[in-house]
């Protein structure tokens, strides 16, 4: 299951979110803004930043701060994860 560490201001969280859901990729969100543990490990992952959206599938994290369904895929590919439906 794929992670999405967001907040609920953030654009590129909420167009994440979309393009999972398009792609018919299961996730969970977890809101950093009401779990420090949740921020304190984004900001780890991202050298001390609070990047989001943050995606964790496994052992395998990326940031997507300036978003894009390319991004997105590039990282899905990596990882070994396929799209369910194209967009």
Not at 1 to 9: D, G, K, P, Q, R
Not at 32 to 50: D, F, P, Q, T, Y
């Amino acid at each position: 299951m794929i992670v999405v560490y967001s907040t609920a201001w953030c654009p590129d969280c909420r167009a994440a979110k979309r393009a999972l859901l398009e792609l018919g990729l299961p996730f969970t969100e977890v809101d950093i803004e009401r779990n420090s543990e949740a921020a304190e490990l984004v900001m780890r992952l991202n050298n001390g930043k609070r990047s989001v959206p943050t995606l964790v599938y496994g052992p395998h994290a990326v940031s997507l701060s300036r978003f894009s369904v390319a991004k997105l895929k590039g990282w899905l590919e990596q990882v070994g994860l396929h799209a369910q439906s194209p967009t």
